[in-house]
C-alpha cells in the first residue's frame, strides 16, 4: 500500500472513534433522561439515528456518524487482515485478530438497522422499539436452519461482550494510545473510562446476544432487544442504582471514545 494510500486509511479509525463517542454518549444520557422520565425511551443506536433523521440538522449528524461507523469498520477489517500491530499467526495473535473482527459485528448491525430504517424500509421508531431486529429475526426463523442462524448470532454477540470486558479489564486498547504528553490525571482518567465504558457495553452487548439465543432456542423473534431493551431490562430486573451505573459507563465509553480519537495510534510503532 503506498504512502498516500495509508496515510488515508489512518484516518478512518479516528474518524470512527468520533463518531462512536457521540452515539455512545448521547445512548447513556437518553437512558439517564428516560429513567428520569423526562424521555420516553429511544437510548438504542438505531433510535437515536432516526430521531436525528427528523430535522436537517440531525440528517447532517447522521451522515456523520454513519461514514464513521463505516469508516471504523473498515479499519478494524483492515487490522484483522493486515495485523499492523504484529500480534502474529499464533494461537494467540489469531484469538487477538479474531476478537478484533467480532467487534465489527455490533457496529454492522447499527449500520444495516439504521439504513433500512431511515429510508423508510421497516418500522424502527425514536422510542426505542426493535421492531427492525425483532422483524430480522423472525424472518430468519422461517427460513431453514433457521433457529442455528440466530443462536449462531447470539453465540457470536456474547463471545463480543466478552471480548469487549477483558478488552476493557486488561487495557488490551492501551497499544491504540499514544499518552506520553497527556498529563497523570488525564493518563488516569482516560483508563477509568475505558474500564467503565467496556464493562458497561460488555453487559449491554452481553444482554443483547443472550436474547438472541433465547429467540432461536424458543423459534420467537419477539424476544429480541435492542439496547434500548437491554437498559430497561436492568432497570426491571437488576435495580435502578445498577441502570444509572450501566448508562453512566455508557457515557464513559463515549468520552473514552473521544480520548481514543485524540491520541490514536495506528500501528505498532
Known amino acids: 500500500?503506498?504512502?498516500?494510500?495509508?496515510?488515508?486509511?489512518?484516518?478512518?479509525p479516528v474518524y470512527g472513534c468520533i463518531s462512536t463517542g457521540i452515539i455512545y454518549s448521547a445512548i447513556g444520557i437518553i437512558a439517564i433522561l428516560s429513567f428520569l422520565r423526562i424521555k420516553n425511551g429511544g437510548a438504542d443506536e438505531t433510535s437515536l439515528l432516526v430521531f436525528l433523521n427528523k430535522y436537517i440538522l440531525g440528517k447532517i449528524i447522521v451522515l456523520i456518524i454513519l461514514t464513521g461507523t463505516l469508516s471504523?469498520?473498515?479499519?478494524?477489517i483492515y487490522e484483522t487482515i493486515k495485523d499492523p500491530y504484529e500480534y502474529g499467526k499464533n494461537a494467540k495473535g489469531l484469538a487477538k485478530r479474531t476478537g478484533i473482527a467480532l467487534s465489527t459485528i455490533a457496529d454492522m448491525l447499527i449500520v444495516y438497522a439504521s439504513v433500512l430504517s431511515i429510508f423508510g424500509i421497516g418500522s424502527s421508531q425514536a422510542n426505542g422499539e426493535p421492531d427492525k431486529e425483532r422483524e430480522m429475526v423472525s424472518n430468519l426463523l422461517q427460513q431453514n436452519a433457521g433457529s442455528w442462524i440466530v443462536i449462531s448470532i447470539g453465540t457470536a454477540i456474547a463471545i463480543t461482550a466478552a471480548v469487549q470486558l477483558f478488552y476493557g479489564i486488561t487495557k488490551g486498547y492501551k497499544e491504540r494510545l499514544e499518552l506520553e504528553e497527556f498529563k497523570p490525571w488525564m493518563k488516569k482518567s482516560v483508563y477509568f473510562f475505558g474500564l467503565s465504558g467496556y464493562f458497561a457495553r460488555s453487559i449491554i452487548i452481553g444482554i443483547i446476544g443472550w436474547f438472541y439465543l433465547k429467540a432461536g432456542i424458543e423459534d420467537n423473534g419477539q424476544l429480541v432487544v435492542n439496547t434500548d431493551k437491554a437498559f430497561d431490562f436492568i432497570g426491571d430486573n437488576v435495580g435502578h442504582v445498577y441502570f444509572i451505573l450501566v448508562a453512566t459507563g455508557t457515557i464513559f465509553y463515549g468520552l473514552f471514545m473521544f480520548a481514543l480519537a485524540m491520541a490514536y495510534d495506528t500501528d505498532k510503532d
Open 1 to 12: 500500500m503506498g504512502n498516500t494510500s495509508k496515510k488515508l486509511i489512518h484516518y478512518l
Open 72 to 76: 471504523y469498520i473498515i479499519w478494524r
